[in-house]
């Protein structure tokens, strides 16, 4: 069965500092994709990340990237001068043809 | 634009009621997706299809009905057998096949449902 775990409920750090959200998963699958998704206060999802898990080059998006490490199953976000608008919910996903969603790390960005 | 629709935004139901959330999409996306969200939980995927006349029950399917007559639609009912239906509904959509965007999902804005 695939799992996700996202083991920090919250987080909270300051307006230009750097974060980092642990995500680590479990599939029994060997081609798949990972995620990571915002939700902001609006609800509205919306895509930060994609990772394929055949690649091993690390995913990076502006100030998002991610360190994947298929052998430990782990795939962690990393938030780079992070900024007010970043207030949000996380949730990582893995799978194929269809996603499980680990329950989300809270991240607040303060002035 | 092209996007996800879903409607109503927000809908009160008595007990006993079954009721019926629309999801419809102009993306041209094969597959289609049914997730709850409840508080302090992730997503759970309800129901998903790829093709027209075809779905598949995801985790939490019980209580729960779809169809997928069109392409562009994929309607969810919450019958009167959900014993919890309260709840944030959210639709999505996603290519499928090996292209960039393939397996990554575009979210509607979500209906919430609330049981009285």
């Known amino acids: 069965a695939q799992t996700v775990t996202q083991s920090q409920p919250e987080m909270s750090v300051q307006e230009a500092e750097t974060v980092t959200l642990s995500c680590t998963y479990d599939?029994?699958?060997?081609?798949?994709?990972l995620f990571w998704y915002k939700q902001p206060p609006s609800r509205q999802m919306i895509l930060v990340i994609r990772q394929e898990a055949y690649k091993q080059q690390n995913a990076t998006e502006n100030r998002f990237s991610v360190n994947f490490q298929k052998a430990a199953k782990s795939f962690s976000l990393k938030i780079s001068d992070s900024q007010l608008g970043d207030t949000a919910m996380y949730f990582c996903a893995q799978g194929a043809q269809k996603l499980v969603f680990g329950q989300g790390t809270r991240l607040t960005i303060n002035p | 634009d092209g996007g996800i629709t879903q409607s109503p935004k927000y809908l009160f139901r008595k007990e006993g009621q079954n009721v019926t959330l629309s999801c419809e999409q102009n993306l041209n996306h094969d597959a289609m997706y049914w997730y709850r969200q409840d508080p302090g939980q992730g997503l759970r995927l309800i129901y998903y299809s790829q093709i027209v006349n075809d779905f598949q029950k995801g985790d939490i399917a019980e209580g729960y009905s779809v169809s997928r007559e069109k392409k562009e639609s994929f309607p969810l009912t919450v019958t009167s057998a959900q014993k919890n239906p309260t709840a944030f509904y959210l639709c999505?959509?996603?290519?499928?096949?090996?292209?960039?965007?393939?397996?990554?999902?575009?979210f509607g804005a979500g209906s919430r449902l609330t049981v009285l």
């Open positions: 999505a959509s996603s290519p499928l096949g090996r292209s960039s965007g393939a397996n990554v999902l575009t």
């Open positions: 599939t029994s699958e060997s081609n798949y994709y």
